[in-house]
């Protein structure tokens, strides 16, 4: 019998890739974009860097408008998928991912996800946001250019940047990763684009300056108040275009610190920093390393940023986390944030994001640091159309303990791999048979270790997982349901499956 079944998918399977190989066409070269290294790791000698960069077709398109892109993959492999990770404020595709021989600094994958995805056959990519490219020496009153830096021109940069990573690696759809801001990002643009680039998503203790609520689903509790254009004005009439991290030239201190780290705590080199003892132990620092460390952790709120006197975070590791990051970030964005945030329908958008949040149709997992995320919003909200969704509160994190902590690498590394790789995304045409009424269209199927969940034209049934197993470049899945049994056959070799079933019928690409 279960040869048979197999027999049969098989036949379906020759007829669905004949019907759907000759839609699949390499996508065309981007343009403007500028390869601009090629070069190892320096711990990381198998893995690859390659840069580009261009001027972004949004405007405006002044001195400081580019963004660059950063691809990190293992020499000589067929990768298993394509994952593009969003940075958080003030952080950059650099940041995460370069890490060439000559750097002081050297990155090891357990303090470095994009190292430890590369390292395990992804093909991992990241944006420099314009940010990047403004110079840190430049006065805060000269970023008048960032006034028009907001969420169209963010989604829009992020979209040329994924579809470059989509034309480099072939793939057809991707696992967007946000950290922080950056999972705030990917909401954003998976409530626009997911249907056309995205099998998943993976937020990492998302936050935004502006957010309030929750995050995950739509503000249950606008008040429909905010005054967006008053806000840009008051921003414009103050000079206040810009945010920087760690206040008033603190990136300069942290540089310091980096680069000396057993320095006296004074900065400049013969000013004591404040307080003179460690409030903590009542005694001198021993050095500028620890009242680095002691800023951090208290910064918002005890082991807020990161939890490095609960032993969750090196100091060494988020000094230089925070040494490397780019110096502002535009008022903009955070208006615009608290402008859709606080509307239910955002008269001054022209897309408002978390009205689409609720038809986000991809996998979803989430990760929440206990002393940020958890603490400012709640548990992560289930807001959007697919039911596969994973929520998990890392208790005794800090925010930055998450991306780069001691844990981090068991606790959030190590699952977003296991869970990316044990989904399948399909998209075809199919049918169900539903009291005697055949639904026929459109069709999306998912699957992860448990269930089967098929969609067609809109209705969405799923299926237990009753066995799997696998015949050379073949993975069969069995299920039972309220529609009875069905089994499903893909060819990872060719990226395509079929499905056929008691009362259900399918035939598509593995994305």
């Given at each position: 019998m279960q040869k048979?079944?197999?027999?049969?998918?098989?036949?379906?399977?020759?007829?669905?890739?004949?019907?759907?190989?000759?839609?699949?066409?390499?996508?065309?070269?981007?343009?403007g974009w500028t390869q601009v290294a090629v070069r190892s790791l320096k711990a990381y000698p198998d893995l690859e860097e390659t840069v580009w960069q261009k001027v972004p077709i949004m405007p405006p398109n002044g001195q400081y408008d580019m963004i660059g892109l950063h691809r990190l993959v293992k020499k000589g492999i067929k990768p298993l998928g394509v994952l593009f990770i969003l940075p958080g404020t003030w952080s950059s595709g650099e940041q995460l991912i370069s890490n060439p021989p000559e750097d002081p600094w050297t990155k090891f994958e357990n303090y470095t996800q994009a190292i430890y995805w590369a390292n395990r056959g992804f093909d991992v990519y990241s944006?420099?946001?314009?940010?990047?490219?403004?110079?840190?020496?430049?006065?805060?009153?000269?970023?008048?250019?960032?006034?028009?830096?907001?969420?169209?021109?963010?989604?829009?940069?992020i979209k040329e940047a994924i579809n470059k990573a989509k034309e480099i690696s072939g793939a057809k759809r991707i696992y967007l990763a946000g950290e922080s801001f950056g999972g705030v990002a990917a909401m954003n643009y998976a409530a626009k684009y997911w249907k056309e680039d995205l099998k998943g998503l993976i937020v990492l203790?998302?936050?935004?300056?502006?957010?309030?609520?929750?995050?995950?689903?739509?503000?249950?509790?606008?008040?429909?108040?905010?005054?967006?254009?008053?806000?840009?004005?008051?921003?414009?009439?103050a000079g206040n275009w810009g945010t920087e991290v760690h206040g008033d030239k603190g990136i300069f201190l942290f540089k310091y610190a980096d680069a000396n780290p057993g320095a006296p705590a004074e900065f400049?080199?013969?000013?004591?920093?404040?307080?003179?003892?460690?409030?903590?132990?009542?005694?001198?620092?021993?050095?500028?390393?620890?009242?680095?460390?002691?800023?951090?952790?208290?910064?918002?709120?005890?082991?807020?940023?990161?939890?490095?006197?609960?032993?969750?975070?090196?100091?060494?590791?988020m000094i230089h986390t925070c040494a490397t990051f780019d110096r502002y970030w535009p008022t903009r964005l955070s208006l615009e944030t608290m402008a859709?945030?606080?509307?239910?329908?955002?008269?001054?958008?022209?897309?408002?994001?978390?009205?689409?949040?609720?038809?986000?149709?991809?996998?979803?997992?989430?990760?929440?640091?206990?002393?940020?995320?958890?603490?400012?919003?709640?548990?992560?909200?289930?807001?959007?159309?697919?039911p596969d969704i994973t929520v998990k509160v890392l208790w005794g994190?800090?925010?930055?303990?998450?991306?780069?902590?001691?844990f981090s690498m068991n606790d959030v590394s190590a699952p977003v791999y296991e869970w990316m790789v044990s989904r399948r995304m399909l998209v075809g045409c199919g049918r169900l048979n539903i009291n005697c009424k055949w639904i026929c269209g459109e069709a999306a199927m998912y699957i992860n270790a448990t269930t089967i969940d098929f969609k067609v034209d809109g209705v969405r049934v799923p299926w237990t997982i009753t066995s799997q197993y696998t015949i050379k470049t073949l993975e069969i899945y069995n299920g039972k349901g309220t529609l009875g049994c069905i089994s499903v056959l893909i060819s990872k070799d060719c990226n395509v499956g079929a499905a056929a079933g008691t009362n259900a019928f399918f035939l598509g690409e593995l994305v």
């Open positions: 048979t079944k197999v027999t049969v998918l098989v036949a379906l399977f020759v007829v669905g890739f004949a019907v759907i190989a000759p839609a699949v066409e390499a996508c065309a070269a981007s343009d944006i420099d946001y314009r940010t990047h490219f403004v110079p840190i020496t430049l006065p805060k009153d000269q970023l008048s250019f960032m006034a028009e830096w907001g969420w169209d021109q963010w989604i829009s940069d203790d998302p936050g935004a300056a502006g957010l309030v609520g929750v995050v995950g689903a739509k503000n249950p509790k606008p008040t429909n108040t905010f005054n967006l254009p008053a806000a840009l004005e008051a921003m414009n009439a400049p080199p013969g000013t004591p920093l404040q307080p003179p003892t460690n409030p903590l132990t009542g005694k001198p620092w021993a050095n500028i390393s620890e009242w680095c460390a002691f800023a951090i952790y208290m910064a918002w709120g005890p082991g807020g940023v990161s939890n490095i006197y609960g032993g969750y975070g090196k100091a060494s590791v859709y945030n606080d509307w239910e329908n955002c008269p001054y958008l022209p897309y408002d994001f978390d009205e689409h949040y609720s038809e986000i149709d991809v996998p979803l997992i989430a990760f929440q640091s206990q002393f940020f995320g958890y603490k400012l919003y709640g548990e992560f909200k289930r807001g959007i159309a697919n994190y800090g925010h930055l303990d998450v991306y780069s902590g001691e």
